[in-house]
């Protein structure tokens, strides 16, 4: 058996000895030997893994026992995908097309028990690499010579091969990740994504506790790449009742009376009267949906590509968000680099375009009522995130004792799996909804972790009562609280329910996101 990582030689060894006996690029085995020696000692391109066997005479057979691999990737996997496009047959694959030839590499892989991504390197490179070329337009010679002497049949291969992975019986989350990369990789169309479900194996994936979170996470953004079908993720305008432009969590209250803070082991932020969120009696006069997710890059995208936002920003110079950095840029992210005056602006957007209940994604208002979108109060948010109960973490059931004393520590292991923090290892947002195990009593996913969320509360050292906060104005400049914690958060007394956080209206970070609320106003006025 080959050890790793000469499991990536298996291929090449077979290509390079047809190269030198049946190509006849050199006649006899000192000039094969000579050949080796010049790319491995002089070049540097190829180094010995394993000398083979001095017993043995003929040429070809030694050929076959020494094994050589490449020093540098990018030569190792470009011989690899050549392989893979070769148009004779390969006895291993049992037929001369790629998609069979490639999808015996891909189950060679899974038998040695390889994952998709070995020591920082990703094992279907080569299988991206051969997608990629038959993507490339017969007009474009410079980038189609680097594959010379191979005639691709187009994507119809690399079709044939996503099918053939996402019918596998005992289909893993990798092979559904593989075949997102793959149609992303040979640009494969909408109709065909839509026919074969891939975006539906995608999200199983997504969810798949199997695959590490990087990996989990990695699967995400290939379904946002793709286009993400879950309702309120990544909408298109105009909105519709099979794509809303939100999608919401049960509805909650009104509540006559809870409880705020009481978590000794919680952040108060910079607070110097209370070292921890203290425990307040509060009401929620009115009833409310909280979104399920905080809003996306998709979201956001179609109110700075409105109208609406053009005008603003022609009369009062509204600037676009920052958007340059890939690692935060797909769909169905969080958006980050958002004030709280950007998302008090998405708001009055969304309520200026008159939509109705079908468009917003939630069902009919009350006669002689409408419905607004705006950002959460602080007391509206911590209830979404924890419940009658009261609960520490979104996820984790606890009698309502109304003081801190039955607070568990803030231990690492209770945010395992269950939301985007520092050592999830991500590194990044992730897409949205990525941890249902993550998810709060009343629907509502990434409560805790992947962005701090804006709230419409101005900051004080404990929670203010609704009824005793003013509507906000636009160019308010107090600080405003923020909840949830993020992905880059480190330490777990960060990432409870009842922890707070302040910072200035004007602040934009990586880390800082919001969701909203959905309630109901008099249709006649506010």
């Not at 994936?205 to 695959?211: E, K, R």
């Not at 809870?258 to 919680?266: C, K, L, N, P």
């Not at 809003?295 to 409105?306: K, P, Y």
Request: aromatic share 10%; proline share 8%.
């Amino acid at each position: 058996g080959l050890e790793e990582p000469a499991w990536r030689e298996f291929i090449l060894r077979d290509s390079y000895a047809k190269a030198m006996f049946e190509e006849r690029w050199v006649r006899n085995k000192a000039n094969a030997q000579a050949v080796l020696s010049t790319l491995q000692l002089r070049a540097g391109i190829l180094c010995m893994v394993s000398p083979g066997s001095p017993e043995r005479t003929d040429a070809h057979r030694d050929m076959q026992e020494a094994m050589y691999g490449f020093v540098h990737r990018s030569f190792r996997e470009y011989f690899m995908a050549l392989h893979l496009l070769e148009p004779f047959p390969d006895p291993r694959a049992g037929q001369g097309e790629f998609a069979g030839r490639a999808l015996g590499f891909w189950k060679e892989c899974a038998r040695r028990g390889l994952s998709p991504t070995l020591n920082g390197e990703r094992a279907w490179e080569p299988l991206l690499l051969a997608a990629g070329y038959t993507a490339v337009p017969e007009g474009d010679v410079e980038r189609r010579s680097l594959l010379p002497g191979f005639k691709t049949r187009g994507a119809g291969g690399v079709r044939e091969l996503v099918r053939d992975i996402l019918d596998l019986k005992e289909r893993t989350a990798a092979d559904a990740w593989l075949a997102g990369e793959l149609a992303i990789e040979a640009g494969l169309s909408e109709d065909f994504i839509r026919k074969v479900k891939m975006c539906d194996a995608l999200e199983q994936a997504m969810h798949d506790t199997q695959l590490p979170e990087p990996e989990r996470a990695a699967v995400g953004i290939v379904l946002g790449t793709l286009g993400d079908p879950r309702p309120g993720v990544v909408p298109t305008w105009p909105p519709s009742r099979e794509k809303p432009l939100f999608c919401w969590s049960e509805w909650i209250g009104p509540v006559e009376t809870f409880v705020m803070g009481g978590d000794e082991h919680a952040w108060n932020s910079l607070s110097r009267v209370e070292p921890f969120p203290p425990a307040v009696e509060r009401v929620l006069p009115d009833g409310y949906h909280v979104s399920r997710y905080p809003v996306t890059n998709a979201q956001f995208d179609l109110f700075e590509g409105s109208p609406f936002f053009e005008e603003q920003a022609r009369r009062h110079g509204w600037k676009k968000r920052n958007k340059s950095n890939p690692r935060f840029s797909a769909p169905n992210q969080p958006v980050v680099n958002v004030t709280w005056h950007d998302a008090m602006r998405f708001c009055a957007w969304v309520n200026s375009m008159g939509l109705g209940a079908t468009e917003l994604g939630v069902s009919p208002a009350p006669e002689g009522q409408r419905w607004e979108v705006r950002l959460p109060t602080e007391a509206e948010w911590e209830y979404a995130a924890r419940g009658p109960e009261g609960r520490w973490l979104p996820w984790m059931e606890r009698p309502n004792t109304g003081n801190g004393s039955s607070a568990p520590p803030a231990d690492k292991s209770l945010l395992q799996g269950r939301c985007n923090w520092r050592e999830a290892g991500i590194g990044s947002t992730s897409a949205v909804g990525l941890y249902p195990l993550g998810r709060s009593w009343c629907s509502a996913d990434d409560m805790i972790g992947n962005v701090w969320e804006w709230t419409r509360s101005a900051w004080a050292d404990k929670p203010m009562d609704d009824a005793d906060e003013p509507v906000p104005d636009w160019k308010s400049t107090k600080a405003r609280v923020l909840r949830g914690g993020s992905w880059g958060f480190v330490d777990p007394e960060g990432l409870r329910c009842a922890t707070r956080r302040d910072f200035g209206p004007w602040h934009s970070r990586d880390f800082i996101g919001f969701r909203v609320v959905c309630v109901r106003v008099s249709a006649s006025g506010g």
